[in-house]
């Protein structure tokens, strides 16, 4: 017990000597503090609600200016990137995209996809957290082929054992054409949903 009792007291009387080591071996440039520093800068006080109102007014701005190239339709061709199936698809329209698994609708069916997380154009990017409001934007989208994939061959053998399988797998493909990609409305500064359009469900 004494043992264990001296080389504890041995230990703590070595500390203090240690963090004054590492306090003098620290280089005046470095990026962390130093330990023993007294003299801190003066923090400068910043006026948030002139920042606020300065980047409000610029987020006006640059909405009046989306709202205005949609208006004369000189945005350029919209693409999108939409939630489908567990992935995410970057579409323009006219484009083709497979759809891996088994999904419910059928060929010819018109769909709207309405989980997108990001759309834009030539000058602009409307980006979501994590999806952009229910209505701004309207993608639609239609059936075009069911299919099933490439035949996936699955081989198991275990030596000396007279054992061999094979099996033969093919999953279900959905093959969709994105028709057309639009803003439904004029985009807003405020960034909030509007209480008509919000849902509780």
């Not at 989306?66 to 992935?87: M, P, T, Y």
């Not at 490439?150 to 033969?168: A, G, L, P, S, V």
């Not at 493909?173 to 803003?183: A, F, G, K």
Request: net charge positive; proline share 6%; glycine share 6%.
């Amino acid at each position: 017990m004494s043992f264990l009792a001296q080389s504890v007291r041995q230990m703590l009387r070595h500390v203090p000597t240690r963090s004054l080591l590492t306090a003098g071996a620290m280089r005046p440039l470095s990026i962390s503090p130093v330990i023993g520093q007294q003299n801190k800068p003066a923090t400068e006080s910043v006026d948030i609600s002139a920042i606020s109102k300065d980047q409000q007014k610029e987020c006006l701005s640059i909405c009046e200016r989306i709202n205005r190239q949609v208006q004369k339709s000189e945005q350029g061709r919209l693409f999108a990137v939409v939630h489908l199936c567990g992935k995410q698809f970057k579409v323009t329209p006219g484009d083709i995209i497979l759809v891996e698994g088994y999904w419910p609708p059928t060929i010819g069916d018109e769909i709207s996809l309405d989980k997108v997380l990001l759309a834009g154009a030539r000058d602009f990017t409307l980006v979501g957290r994590p999806i952009l409001e229910p209505g701004l934007i309207s993608v639609k989208a239609t059936v075009v082929e069911k299919t099933l994939s490439h035949t996936k061959t699955h081989f198991r053998k275990k030596r000396r054992k007279q054992y061999m399988r094979i099996n033969f797998q093919r999953s279900p493909h959905t093959m969709v054409r994105i028709n057309s990609i639009e803003l439904a409305r004029p985009v807003d500064g405020n960034g909030e949903e509007e209480p008509s359009s919000r849902s509780l469900f």
